[in-house]
């Protein structure tokens, strides 16, 4: 059974920090991409940034290019969101992802295309 637990969230000043952690099990989790989604209320849900398997691509939204950083540790079992330069518009729930998909080159920013999803931390940005 797969599991992804997100941690990390919580209300910050705009220009705070945050790091987001994804922690996951049920997974060969070095083989699968991974991604931050981001829900704000009565918004669609969106893709926020993607890693692949390796680690070597990367995939953000524009909005936060520059702003955020996705990594992943293998040997943790664990996808990070770095996110810096918070602004109110940031405010969401974060949900992590991933792809089922095993060694695939692609970064997919479309939430259909994932099948594992954790259940959130909430971000909240005041200005």
């Known amino acids: 059974q797969v599991q992804l637990v997100e941690s990390g969230g919580g209300l910050v000043q705009a220009g705070d920090s945050l790091r987001l952690s994804c922690a996951a099990s049920g997974l060969i989790f070095g083989s699968n991409a991974m991604a931050w989604f981001r829900q704000a209320p009565g918004k669609e849900r969106e893709f926020v940034a993607g890693i692949s398997w390796s680690g070597s691509i990367t995939r953000y939204a524009d909005a936060v290019k520059g702003r955020f950083t996705i990594s992943r540790d293998n040997a943790k079992t664990t996808v990070y969101l770095q996110m810096n330069s918070l602004k109110p518009e940031d405010t969401a729930v974060y949900h992590c992802?991933?792809?089922?998909?095993?060694?695939?080159?692609?970064?997919?920013?479309?939430?259909?295309?994932?099948?594992?999803w954790g259940q959130g931390t909430q971000v909240s940005v005041s200005s």
């Open positions: 992802a991933a792809d089922a998909d095993r060694y695939s080159a692609y970064v997919p920013n479309v939430q259909r295309l994932y099948d594992y």
